[in-house]
Nanobody
């Protein structure tokens, strides 16, 4: 059974940093691309980033470019989302999922599978 589990969320002050984890069971993340998404209350889900197999390519939404980076650890079978210079507008539930083998230039709009349950990130003073 394939499962992705997010962790690492919490309450941070503006300007702070946080690292989210997406740990997989039932599949090897070195063979799959992984995307991060977020959804704030009352808003549509937003694609945040995608990392290709073995970190070959990374893609970011304009809203997080330069502040967020994504990386992987094949030993831990985990994909990370490193978030810095956090803003109140980054407050959302963050989830990970896989689009299959590739992110692709349409990474933000393609179909994803094996969604995790999400982890809450709150940025507030």
């Amino acid at each position: 059974q394939v499962q992705l589990v997010e962790s690492g969320g919490g309450l941070m002050q503006p300007g702070g940093s946080l690292r989210l984890s997406c740990t997989a069971s039932g599949l090897s993340l070195d063979s799959y691309a992984v995307g991060w998404f977020r959804q704030a209350p009352g808003k549509e889900r937003e694609a945040v980033s995608c990392i290709g197999r073995n970190g070959a390519h990374t893609y970011y939404a304009d809203s997080v470019k330069g502040r967020f980076t994504t990386s992987g650890d094949n030993v831990e079978n985990t994909i990370y989302l490193h978030m810095s210079s956090l803003k109140p507008e980054d407050t959302a539930i963050y989830s990970c999922a896989t689009p299959g083998l590739l992110c692709g230039i349409n990474w933000a709009t393609k179909d994803y599978d094996y969604w995790g349950q999400g982890t809450q990130v709150t940025v507030s003073s």
